[in-house]
């Protein structure tokens, strides 16, 4: 993938399982927000990029939200002088049925309390709620989160990572994360991108566990136990699965 004149992506591969969520890790600048702006046909990118098996590579980023990818980017995108209830109706996709206000309410009642209050005037946690809920008004068939949890106290962590575990109940999620407690608690794959590349693939309690490579791939010496922000939630068993078509997979060849 190349921007600006340079080669970003060398090599990404990787697989979102067809339900749950699936964690894409990395150090900073090793390229996860580039890969999934490639995955969206937000950067120019070559190679394959699969939904539920059909290619998308040659997608403009429209047609690939018509399909039913929802995207939460890094910065939450929400428009801060307008109200959340504004927000949420800009979201709202003609053709992809009634936007699922129930479930958005279910999971966000304080987002239906201020409906009315502007964007803008809203904690970083609860703009995070509106980004992710947008994402679940249209029936998507995945959902990207871009490091949802980024610059939050721990106890609005928490309360991220419990509406995101419920999202992925619905919808697989390919989640970029730093926080490997929320990783811990959410994911059961993971990619690990290093310069560039797809440097491991695997299962994310697996990668957690073993010190040594959490140190060389992540750069972390020991990915604490259990934490995304208090100490009340343990991480769920994670259920077995097997999915005949990933729920997206992306190749992408050196650009
Ligand atoms: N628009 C751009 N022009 C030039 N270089 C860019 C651009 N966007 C990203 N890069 C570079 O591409 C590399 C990957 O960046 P990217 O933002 O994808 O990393 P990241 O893994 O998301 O990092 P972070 O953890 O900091 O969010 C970095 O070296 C970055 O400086
Ligand atoms: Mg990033």
Do not use: W
């Not at 591969?13 to 067809?18: G, I, K, P, T």
């Not at 996860?32 to 950067?43: D, S």
């Not at 959340?84 to 966000?108: D, M, Q, S």
């Amino acid at each position: 993938m190349v921007i600006g004149g340079r080669h970003i992506l060398h090599g990404v591969d990787l697989d979102v399982a067809a339900s749950g969520t699936t964690a894409l890790l990395g150090r900073n600048g090793a390229g996860k927000t580039t890969t999934v702006r490639g995955i969206l046909g937000l950067v120019p990118r070559t190679g394959s990029v699969l939904l539920a098996g059909a290619e998308t590579v040659r997608l403009a980023t429209h047609a690939l939200v018509r399909h039913g990818v929802g995207y939460a980017p890094e910065d939450r995108g929400v428009f801060a002088a307008l109200t959340v209830a504004e927000n949420l109706r800009l979201a709202e996709r003609p053709g992809t049925g009634e936007p699922a206000y129930g479930l958005v309410h279910e999971l966000f009642p304080e987002l239906k309390q201020r409906a009315r209050q502007a964007a803008g005037t809203l904690s970083g946690g609860q703009q995070q709620m509106v980004a992710i809920a947008r994402t679940l008004l249209n029936g998507n068939r995945l959902i990207i989160a871009d490091e949802p949890t980024k610059g939050l106290a721990p106890k609005v962590v928490t309360e991220v990572t419990r509406v995101l575990e419920r999202a992925a109940e619905a919808v697989p999620v390919l989640l970029v994360e730093q926080n490997l407690a929320v990783v811990r608690r959410l994911a059961r794959h993971c990619a690990v991108l290093a310069d560039g590349r797809t440097a491991h693939r695997g299962p994310a309690a697996e990668l957690l566990a073993d010190p040594d490579a959490t140190r060389r791939l992540l750069g972390v010496g020991h990915a604490s136990r259990g934490r995304t922000g208090d100490t009340r939630t343990p991480s769920p068993a994670a259920p077995a699965h097997t999915a005949a078509h990933p729920a997206a997979r992306t190749a992408e060849a050196d650009a």
